[in-house]
């Protein structure tokens, strides 16, 4: 409901203020069991709760939404609203309408975009908002925002896809994203690797090969995930000889995952890669397993429309 036109979350934010390290800590170990423990729900259990969250969403987005209670109408206030009868909300649409679209009336696009503008621009907003953006390649640059609430659940979310990859908190993992501190992966890969028992070095798409290489030889993850082309020209550095690592799991996303990329890795490094769907409004869709053909969609977190 905040920007995407695939994806609906049904995880709103709330407005709580930053907790102490140790009651976040606590949080996030909570958030990731609530949401294994959902990955163990019959079909049926599950669609309900997607359900009850969507409905709490969309009366939420129209009691506390000027856009959307103009926009959705009086009759949307219950929730309960069939989904293919509402509108999508193009990112172009969201940034015109950005300050009638949050549900926090004090949140003007304008002070953020000075924010972002100013030397704190990769600090959290009024100390309590994390600010993202997109690229800007289309055109059009997106800007979102999350409280610490919803940043925690989506940590919780990456906590949750790790799991299952097998990957717990001892494993040495290395993430690869953008140098950009206003892009979600670049602050998502700053809370992942800093609670590693050692010290993981900071990588970027950007940053140069060679130096890559080094760090990584430095620091032999168990784990790596990067976009498909530095993965892809990693495993070339592996059968070359220049890159001596030996993880037990790859993972890519944010591109497409080639033939000649999965090759390339499979080759290097004896597995085949995972790969994960993630935007910057609803970080983590859906991701791959092991062993299985295409990616489950995190149903419990999201509603997918074609």
């Known amino acids: 409901m905040t920007g995407s036109t695939t994806s609906t979350t049904t995880s709103p934010a709330t407005t709580a203020a930053p907790s102490a390290p140790s009651a976040q800590a606590g949080r996030l170990r909570a958030l990731v069991g609530e949401q294994l423990a959902r990955d163990r729900w019959s079909r049926d259990r ?35 609203v069939p ?26 696009r304008a002070d953020l975009e000075a924010h972002l503008a100013g030397p704190g621009a990769d600090q959290p907003y009024l100390g309590r908002y994390r600010l993202f953006t997109t690229a800007g390649t289309t055109g059009l640059r997106g800007l979102f925002l999350e409280d610490a609430d919803e940043f925690a659940v989506w940590i919780g979310t990456c906590l949750r896809g790790l799991a299952c990859w097998g990957i717990g908190p001892a494993t040495r993992l290395a993430g690869i994203g953008s140098p950009s501190p206003l892009h979600i992966s670049n602050q998502l890969y700053a809370v992942l690797l800093a609670g590693q028992p050692s010290a993981a070095p900071r990588l970027a798409v950007t940053t140069p090969l060679p130096e890559m290489v080094a760090a990584l030889n430095a620091f032999p993850p168990q784990a790596l995930t990067a976009y498909p082309t530095v993965a892809a020209a990693l495993a070339e550095e592996q059968l070359q000889g220049r890159l001596r ?24 490094w004896g597995l085949e890669p995972l790969d994960f769907y993630g935007t910057t409004e609803a970080t983590i869709p859906a991701a791959s397993r092991q062993r299985q053909v295409g990616m489950d969609i995190l149903e419990d977190l999201v509603v997918v429309e074609v």
């Open 83 to 108: 989904l293919r009868e509402l509108p999508t909300l193009p990112k172009a649409t969201l940034m015109d309408n950005f300050d009638r679209i949050v549900t926090e009336p004090g949140l003007r």
């Open 245 to 268: 690592i030996a993880p037990t799991l790859v993972a890519t996303t944010s591109e497409v995952q080639t033939a000649d990329m999965r090759r390339r890795i499979t080759q290097a």
């Open 46 to 80: 599950l669609l309900a709760y997607q359900g009850e969250r969507l409905r709490a969403l969309i009366a939420h987005a129209v009691a506390a939404s000027p856009y959307y209670r103009e926009v959705l109408g009086p009759d949307a206030a219950s929730g309960d």
